[in-house]
């Protein structure tokens, strides 16, 4: 089923259409943190899948978070490290309704890096009321 006919309700029975974000990016000189899906009010947002992808030779441990900030709530981790010349990733995927992880109410998705390694990232999600 494509994720353009899937429709899912949340506990008031109000349709959730699921959506995506993907992008690249590195934090230049080293970690921080980047906006992956923006905040709603009353809103939580669930994470049904996930990939990463680097051709970063040095260890890095992507952590998706509850917000921008070093000090955010970690919700996800991975560790990667390509070897030398060649692309490396990790993914993963549940059936909505059921998903991953959840950022709370009100709270930013964000993908936390801890090297300027580029990483390349695509995340399947919906918002459901908290």
Do not use: M
């Not at 309700?9 to 943190?33: C, E, F, K, L, Q």
């Not at 899948?49 to 890095?60: E, P």
């Amino acid at each position: 089923q494509s994720a353009a006919s899937l429709i899912i309700r949340d506990i008031t029975s109000t349709g959730v259409i699921p959506s995506t974000a993907s992008g690249s990016t590195s934090t230049a000189g080293g970690s921080g943190a980047n906006t992956v899906v923006s905040p709603e009010t009353g809103r939580n947002i669930k994470v049904y899948a996930y990939a990463l992808t680097t051709t970063g030779i040095v260890s890095i441990s992507p952590r998706f978070t509850t917000g921008g900030s070093a000090g955010a709530t970690e919700l996800w981790r991975i560790a990667l490290q390509a070897p030398s010349s060649v692309g490396t990733g990790a993914n993963l995927a549940v059936q909505p309704p059921g998903y991953l992880f959840a950022t709370g109410t009100g709270n930013t998705l964000a993908l936390y890096l801890d090297s300027a390694t580029l990483v390349h990232y695509s995340v399947a999600y919906f918002k459901e009321s908290g």
